[in-house]
């Protein structure tokens, strides 16, 4: 077992300079949650652990002038809930990202470990994607912004080249007759890992009728489906029993899931169609308000 | 070996350590306070949680080196002299513990409920208690303990 270095440099440049220059296994460390699990249990065995919280723009959260908002990778789901604007404007982001794990872990979980850890489950991610967040990546090369659907790219894999991490992300701001929601099913009440997890982010005009519409589902293939087919069904609707029902076929079809203790494949279909039609009824409850 | 300096319980220490040292470790091996326990590998229990400027947080989850300059609180330095913390003498009054083994993280993170919501309801300390295990109490004394506390912490 080598020995491992730890650095906790103050800007962007000075991580991207040690990520870029060194040549071991070299991790980033934000809220741990994820990484210091995997250390102890021996799973990764890096040379380099880089901690990106004292850099300032990792560790802030700020809504900017045209209502948008910029978020530090590092900043923690409980320190996101303390907060009244992006709670009201993105209430399904916050509860995506709050819902990871319990008190103490909420102190410090992060949605660009949640992001990078990469995992099919991490409940951050579909409201994430739904709102139409990017990603602002720094490295060797610049800085360049892409979509947060494009991060994960297998379970454990992200698309980040060497020497690039994330430092913080964008959320636009909440369209006129916006609303969001994330829901997941564990088997337990807190503290496991979703078996479907669901996103939705759409826009209701005056009438009620859904002008635009994002579903995505979690925890149900190897990295966040966006079900193009499920938003299909309810644009253009009121939300009637049609609607929804298309919509619950539309999820139901995209799922591609396992196998495994938590869950049988029929289950997790079935319940994918069942949590989209409970997130969009919740989601345009919010858009009315 | 990179060296590491705190303040732990009021008392500045430092000391070298491997990066990879978690702060319990640090905490338990080399300042020989093993009040602060470690009840898993794969930060779930709860049993470890101190302190650190003032917020609870798994100290199983943080390497020492991450804390350094910070301000640490573990179970030891609760009670002033012979006199216990009020959480302490809240879980003793309640029958809060039985092995003992979670009852420094549930004591720390219950100071830090309180101090955050001094009228929390039996719901929210439920709830707050999640990422805290106890195998033998069933939680019921414990919850009783913590809203005695919570009156007699000035709450
Ligand atoms: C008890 C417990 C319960 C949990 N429950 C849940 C849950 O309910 N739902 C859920 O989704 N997850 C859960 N998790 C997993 C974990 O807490 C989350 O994935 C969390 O969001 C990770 O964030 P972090 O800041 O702690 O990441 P870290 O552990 O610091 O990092 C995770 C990974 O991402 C990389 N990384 C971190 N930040 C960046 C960055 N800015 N740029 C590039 N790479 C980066 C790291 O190198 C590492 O590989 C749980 C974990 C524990 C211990
Ligand atoms: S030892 Fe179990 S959570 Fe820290
Ligand atoms: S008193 Fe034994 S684990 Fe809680």
């Known amino acids: 077992m080598q020995s491992v270095q730890f650095e906790a440099p103050g800007t962007v440049d000075e991580a991207v300079a040690l990520l870029a220059g060194a040549t071991g296994d070299t991790r980033i460390l934000a809220g741990g949650t994820d990484l210091l699990v995997q250390l102890r249990a021996h799973m990764i065995n890096p040379g380099l652990i880089i901690d990106i919280k004292k850099i300032d723009e990792t560790r802030s959260l700020t809504k900017n002038a045209d209502g948008s908002y910029t978020i530090g990778a590092a900043y923690a789901g409980a320190e996101a809930t303390e907060r009244d604007d992006i709670t009201k404007d993105w209430p399904g982001v916050v509860e995506g990202w709050d819902l990871i794990g319990s008190t103490q872990i909420q102190g410090r979980a992060s949605l660009g470990g949640n992001l990078c850890n990469a995992s099919p489950a991490a409940d951050s991610v579909p409201a994430m994607i739904v709102a139409g967040m990017t990603a602002n990546i720094a490295g060797p090369k610049g800085r360049r912004t892409i979509p947060v659907q494009d991060v994960p790219v297998s379970p454990g894999k992200t698309s980040l080249g060497k020497g690039e991490f994330i430092v913080s992300f964008n959320l636009p701001g909440r369209p006129k007759g916006g609303g969001d929601a994330y829901l997941r099913l564990i088997p337990r009440t807190e503290m496991d890992i979703a078996v479907v997890g669901c996103g939705v982010a759409l826009v209701l005009d005056d009438s009620g009728t859904v002008t635009s519409a994002k579903v995505s589902l979690g925890a149900v293939s190897a990295k966040v489906l966006v079900v193009d087919a499920a938003a299909k069904a309810i644009i253009g609707t009121k939300l009637d029993d049609d609607a929804l029902a298309k919509l619950d076929a539309a999820c139901q079809a995209a799922a591609k899931p396992i196998n495994d203790k938590r869950g049988t494949i029929e289950y997790r279909t079935k319940i994918a169609g069942v949590l989209a039609r409970r997130a969009v009824k919740i989601a345009a409850e919010r858009a009315g308000s | ?155």
């Not at chain 2, 650190?52 to 640490?72: F, P």
């Not at chain 2, 003498?89 to 029958?95: D, K, V, Y």
């Not at chain 2, 830090?112 to 004394?141: F, M, Q």
């Open chain 2, 1 to 155: 070996m990179p060296t590491v300096s705190m303040t732990v319980n009021g008392k500045p220490v430092s000391g070298e350590v491997e990066a990879r040292t978690l702060l319990v470790q640090f905490l338990r091996d080399q300042l020989r306070l093993t009040g602060t326990h470690v009840g898993c590998d794969t930060s779930q229990c709860g049993a470890c949680v101190v302190h650190v400027d003032g917020e609870s947080a798994k100290s199983c989850t943080m390497l020492a080196l991450q804390v350094d300059g910070a301000a640490i609180t573990t179970i030891e330095g609760l009670a002033n002299g012979e006199t216990l913390h009020p959480m302490q003498e809240a879980f003793r009054n309640n029958h809060g513990l039985q092995c003992g083994f979670c009852t420094p993280g549930m004591v720390m993170s219950a100071i830090d409920l309180v101090k955050k919501n001094p009228k929390a309801s039996e719901t929210e300390i439920r709830e707050w208690l999640e990422g805290n295990i106890c195998r033998c109490t069933g939680y019921h004394n414990i919850v009783k303990s913590i809203q005695e506390a919570a009156g007699n912490m000035g709450g």
